[in-house]
């Protein structure tokens, strides 16, 4: 995209408002995280059809979901869930089925069975009341579909407007990704397609024969090719150099042009069906940037697609020119961690380092501009950006504001961007200990 004058329009981001969701929502760390803002959740903060919906848990432990009409104030309903764990994993995340109007939520979940709530029809879509009548009783299925026990329950929205749902079964280091969808006003499971199995030797020569795939994102373009990049990690520390380290290495990428149902490398080769055979650490042609288990490699970051179907992923470890082998996990990627855009441009995928160090263990979220332009949040609400008239390479940071106090990873709703051009950040304030603090969502103006 150009401006009038024929020139390409640069990044920016505007500080238009900070709005109060909650003065006191739950606090307490775990995992480096907080169970309000993580980026795998998909979505804690998502807009549809002139409204954009928030989601939290309360000092209390009570599920919270909001709603405001795009510029105009929230309000709120608190569902009747109350957070069972101090686990930063047990996120909220909120899906929309275009189909019919209803608003999902799944909860509450790491390695047990989700909590799902669903709306009445035309919540979304049509002047309903919002309030608690509107939502139906927390379930331990998706309406009888029973899914076992599961982490990182992520919605998506098909072009038809079927709404998916991705979730891990079994564990870190022994689990694969799922797909269920809801069409109809029924859900279905589609089952697995990515494997646990398969033999990985480690830069030491141990061999792992289990691991799971951590999903970077689930997206899709305009065309309807839905795209996944992912890191793998390995059962146990055996691959490592040191035990303090963490066993994710390498970064993969698949794509499915029928809804998720096979699965193609680059070059267009089946690699893996959805309820048949799974996407293995062996799969031909799936890595697109190799690099061993000694760097510290965090999984679920971030990806998003262009306006021509390219995908762009943003990775961050510890470089070798700081340590061969990382031996505290937390320490050397807050002091060395740097973070990596990774794209496709006429079949080659280029990786390059970004000059602004997140200082930070945590994850970066991406998001793309109509111009496609490249928008990174660090943690802490940090934003960086870089032009694709530059090939994504004259990173600059637009904005940051240490005085927001925010804590780590936040969330961001694309979805806006897409309608109205303001890029939507949720994010926690700092506390201490279990001190509730406040969530709050400052909205930024992009090109």
């Known amino acids: ?10 990044p920016r981001a505007t500080l238009v408002s900070d709005t109060l969701l909650d003065p006191a929502a739950l606090f307490f760390v775990s995992y480096d995280g907080v169970v309000n803002n993580n980026s795998f959740q998909r979505d804690a903060i998502v807009t549809h059809a002139g409204h954009q919906y928030a989601t939290w848990y309360t000092a209390g432990r009570n ?3 909001a709603r405001r009409r795009l510029g105009g104030a929230w309000e709120q309903v608190v569902l009747p869930h109350r957070l069972s764990i101090d686990d930063s994993h047990n996120v909220i995340s909120l899906g929309i089925s275009p189909r019919d109007g209803t608003l999902h939520v799944a909860m509450d979940t790491h390695d047990n069975r989700v909590f799902y709530v669903k709306s009445i029809p035309g919540l979304t879509t049509q002047a309903l009341r919002w309030d608690a009548s509107a939502f139906g009783a927390v379930q331990r299925t998706l309406d009888g579909v029973d899914l076992g026990d599961l982490s990182y329950p992520q919605f998506v929205v098909t072009p038809e407007g079927v709404l998916q749902l991705s979730y891990r079964t079994g564990r870190s280091g022994n689990g694969v990704n799922e797909l269920a969808e809801y069409d109809d006003g029924t859900w279905r499971r589609l089952g697995a397609w990515s494997s646990a199995t398969g033999e990985y030797t480690g830069p030491n020569g141990v061999v792992s024969t289990r691991r799971n795939m951590y999903l970077h994102g689930l997206d899709y373009d305009r065309s309807g090719r839905l795209h996944a990049a992912f890191t793998w990690r390995e059962d146990g ?8 380290g963490l066993a994710n290495h390498d970064t993969g990428y698949v794509h499915s042009d029928d809804r998720g149902r096979t699965w193609r490398n680059d070059a267009g080769t089946v690699v893996g069906t959805t309820g048949g055979t799974r996407v293995a650490v062996s799969s031909p042609g799936i890595l697109v940037d190799r690099l061993g288990p000694d760097h510290a490699l965090m999984n679920q970051e971030s990806q998003a697609v262009d306006s021509t179907g390219a995908p762009h992923v943003v990775i961050s470890y510890v470089p070798e020119r700081f340590t061969p082998y990382v031996s505290d996990y937390a320490a050397q990627r807050a002091r060395h961690a740097r973070t990596f855009h990774l794209t496709r441009s006429g079949g080659t995928w280029t990786k390059r380092e970004v000059p602004v160090p997140p200082n930070s263990t945590q994850r970066t979220k991406l998001v793309l501009d109509h111009a496609d332009n490249a928008y990174l949040v660090m943690p802490r609400g940090r934003i960086v950006a870089a032009t694709k008239a530059s090939g994504w390479t004259d990173w600059a940071v637009l904005f940051d504001r240490p005085a927001m106090n925010a ?3 936040v969330n961001v709703d694309p979805t806006r961007v897409a309608v109205d051009g303001v890029l939507s950040v949720q994010y926690q304030q700092a506390s201490s200990g279990t001190t509730p603090s406040p969530i709050r969502v400052a909205d930024f103006r992009l090109p």
């Open 1 to 10: 995209m150009v401006s009038g004058t024929g020139r390409a329009i640069a």
């Open 63 to 65: 599920a919270v979901v």
């Open 237 to 244: 520390s055996g691959v490592l150099h040191s035990p303090g």
């Open 407 to 409: 804590f780590g990873e």
